[in-house]
């Protein structure tokens, strides 16, 4: 089987995908494998591949069929243990909780600050006594969003658990296993980071030592995410591989012979393993490293792509849910490609330098299409930018971070320095950084195909090829950038439209693109209100419409422009968001309505507008516009109303063959207004007014306009009780069918010029 493991890995990872997802593309290529070992690989690596294949998809089905939930919603207290670390972030404290052999995530919100500093003692593995409510965890409630519930699903976590009551008092510590009491060390390492060093030192090293990143500040994150430079963050296979090196040096140089020192290592790897979290790169690279001196040890050569393939084989096995990690499909694309490139391409480039800009270049391209599938996009920066960064981190901030660890412990005075030099090391970086960030080199191309996301990797595999003989380059590199370049303009060639109504929770967000991307408009942003807090309260990263939902939906569509961003008016759940949008995807024009004087939340978008050149237009009644054959008619404000809601913007559009009427929050004072001055509007879709508030949406208003359609944008469980019962009941009296964020998330209508059809995300 020398060499032949990868087909097995490669046929488990396409049928789990059939079986999973249905897919009909990963049948194909599944049965397309198989054809391909039939003619060219030996009897054995064909049966191998079929039983590995068949046995893992059974191995998914039991899985599935035992990861079911045993508590019930009504349960209100809970005994259990605590397995995970907890980690406080301003006045939220997290942890997963054990219950009946069961894991739920668990959220307190803290109330006090001396409360905060009591509860900062509970360590993973006190088995404590809660009270709380269970929650179902959310799904993804708009198009391409993040799967939470899924997420969890994939860890076996059913449930969120919304703490009330938790005593610190009532907490014990049990006897402890082995591996629970590496896993207490691992915690107790973490908060002797924290407690002795100052950040950003203090977070950098808790991620590279111990796997940890809650410890670093969110913007810091961000600007690693950015560049293509998170994974420096995260334990990978080099960080694993450098600390093998220089232990098994180490143990060298005391006088340990080299039997004794791989004997050492391979006892050693699993505890550091369970020390460094555990996530998928690093059992990778432990599982890799085991096996590299196992073969040491019983002087039996073991190719690199055995290896790296049986290390996905054991993993898979181990936990099928793997393969739906992006941590590890991310870390084994990369890390295959390496290894295949390692004999063939990389031995072309002879300079230190240019060994280096290859390392790079591969690791670029070979995760090019998952940056792209997960998150719509890569930095043109991200290359040179690892090109100083991988060197840097593997090198120097790794090795530092260690020895700062040794010194304090063993000589806690003398590492003063170098805890200063590690700080100095770090602020460079993001000084650096901050200054990239100013260059506009985001590549935004949306979500590709699946059919488009496999094309790449084929070109890429042909690509690899073509380097290895010397042949070919320039076509298959022509091949990669034309699919990159399909993908880019497939919006401008799309005859189809859509309209999509965006769950921003509590407030308004419509988005509109016409057939052939001939426009992109965005109706109302949402917002997300934020009270006052104290210094103790705040957290590293608070949820931002913004940036947590509007700024991903738009890039998977491949959006980085809108041409018109109109702000029905001033409130903060219509507009609250605007400022954010400013900073991360051009903006056209914003559209304001006509009134006696601009409040405070538009005032602010003016001035930001202006910051950004972005020109500002005043709308008013009998203004309109046309794009793409279609017609934007404003049939209000008229600049005169004496409330603010009723000074909402409304507009007026034919799109996919039907009337459509967005009113932003407008009130039966403006209902009343707008059907004297135009006796004739009709409707087939209209968008409820404030919410589904009974103070909009009249009989009268209804009745005039017969639409078919009705959609209200209301946040799940709102305090305000939006929608109102009185309003749902009438426009159900009246046969329309109601689409509400509340309940079916997103709303999406996609259009041709004659007809279209409404989806909505949740089922």
């Known amino acids: 089987m020398k060499g032949y493991y990868i087909y097995c890995a490669f046929s488990m990872m396409l049928a789990l995908y059939v079986y999973d997802n249905h897919s009909a593309v990963s049948l194909f290529l599944l049965i397309v494998l198989f054809m391909f070992q039939w003619l060219q690989c030996p009897r054995k690596v064909v049966i191998a591949s079929a039983l590995l294949s068949v046995f893992c998809v059974y191995l998914l089905a039991e899985t599935n069929k035992h990861n079911k939930t045993v508590l019930l919603a009504e349960s209100s207290t809970f005994t259990g243990e605590i397995s995970s670390v907890p980690h406080s972030d301003g006045d939220k404290l997290t942890f997963k909780f054990t219950v009946q052999n069961e894991e739920v995530m668990a959220f307190y919100k803290l109330k006090t600050l001396e409360e905060k500093q009591q509860l900062e003692k509970l360590t ?44 610190l008092v009532k907490c014990q510590l049990p006897t402890l296993t082995p591996l629970t009491y590496l896993t207490f060390i691992r915690q107790k390492g973490i908060n002797y980071i924290q407690q002795n060093m100052s950040d950003p030192g203090a977070g950098f090293m808790q991620a590279l030592i111990y796997g940890e990143r809650t410890g670093i500040e969110e913007e810091s994150i961000k600007r690693y995410q950015q560049f293509g430079l998170i994974h420096l963050l995260a334990i990978s296979g080099l960080h694993v591989g450098l600390l093998t090196a220089m232990c098994f040096y180490l143990l060298i140089r005391i006088g340990i012979t080299r039997e004794r020192a791989t004997t050492l290592l391979l006892l050693l790897l699993p505890v550091y393993m369970v020390l460094a979290g555990g996530s998928a790169s690093v059992v990778r690279a432990v599982f890799m490293s085991m096996l590299m001196l196992i073969s040491i040890k019983i002087q039996r050569k073991i190719l690199l792509v055995d290896s790296i393939s049986l290390a996905f084989i054991a993993m898979l096995l181990f936990k099928p849910y793997y393969l739906f990690d992006v941590g590890f499909q991310l870390s084994f694309a990369v890390s295959f490609a390496l290894i295949l490139s390692s004999q063939t391409i990389l031995p072309r480039f002879h300079s230190s330098f240019s060994q280096l800009m290859a390392v790079s270049a591969i690791a670029q391209v070979s995760s090019l299409p998952l940056l792209l599938y997960y998150f719509y996009g890569v930095s043109l920066l991200s290359l040179p930018l690892n090109m100083v960064f991988v060197p840097l981190f593997s090198l120097v901030v790794l090795p530092l971070c260690l020895l700062i660890l040794f010194v304090r412990i063993l000589l806690p005075g003398v590492s003063a320095l170098l805890e200063q030099i590690l700080h100095v090391l770090l602020l460079f970086c993001e000084k650096l950084l901050g200054f990239f960030e100013w260059i506009p080199a985001d590549f ?47 919006p401008y060639l799309n005859p189809k439209g859509t309209v999509t109504m965006v769950d921003v929770g509590q407030g308004d967000c419509f988005i509109i693109e016409l057939p052939y991307r001939k426009g992109v408009y965005m109706i109302d942003t949402g917002g997300t209100v934020s009270f006052p807090k104290e210094p103790w309260q705040k957290r590293r990263s608070s949820f931002d419409v913004g940036e947590d939902v509007l700024v991903p939906f738009l890039h998977s569509k491949g959006m980085t422009k809108i041409d018109k961003m109109i702000i029905t008016h001033g409130d903060y759940d219509h507009a609250g968001a605007a400022q954010h949008l400013f900073s991360q995807v051009a903006v056209g024009e914003l559209v304001l309505g006509k009134k006696a004087e601009l409040n405070d939340v538009e005032n602010g978008l003016v001035i930001a507008a202006q910051k950004q050149s972005v020109p500002v237009q005043i709308v008013q009644q009998g203004d309109s516009w046309q794009e793409g054959g279609v017609l934007f008619q404003v049939i209000s404000p008229t600049g005169f109303e004496e409330t603010n809601n009723n000074g909402s913007i409304v507009i007026d559009a034919k799109l996919g063959n039907l009337r459509w009427l967005f009113t932003g929050d407008l009130e039966k004072e403006g209902e009343q207004r707008i059907l004297k001055d135009f006796p004739n509007l009709k409707a087939d879709v209209l968008k409820v007014g404030h919410h589904g508030s009974k103070t909009s949406t009249s009989e009268e208003f209804v009745q005039h306009l017969n639409p078919k359609v009705a959609l209200v944008s209301a ?40 007809s279209g059809t409404f989806s909505q995300q949740l089922p």
Not at 137 to 162: C, E, G, K, T, V
Not at 464 to 490: H, I, P, S, T
């Open 124 to 167: 993973i593995h006190q088995v404590c006594q809660l009270a709380g409510q269970l929650t179902s965890p959310s799904p993804a409630r708009n198009l391409h969003a993040f799967d939470y519930q899924q997420y969890l699903y994939h860890q076996s976590i059913h449930w969120q658990l919304n703490v009330k009551r938790l005593d």
């Open 444 to 490: 935004v191309t949306g979500k590709p195909h699946i059919v488009l996301f496999l094309g790449m990797y084929l070109c890429i595999y042909a690509l690899f090829v073509a380097v290895e003989d010397g042949k070919f380059f320039v076509r298959y590199m022509f091949l990669l950038v034309a699919l990159l370049a399909a993908q880019c303009m497939y």
């Open 715 to 754: 946040g799940e469980k709102n305090r305000y009780g939006h929608p109102h019962q009185e309003i749902l009941e009438l426009l159900k009296s009246y046969g329309i069918y109601i689409y509400r964020t509340d309940e079916d998330g997103g709303v999406m209508y996609e259009f041709t010029k004659k």
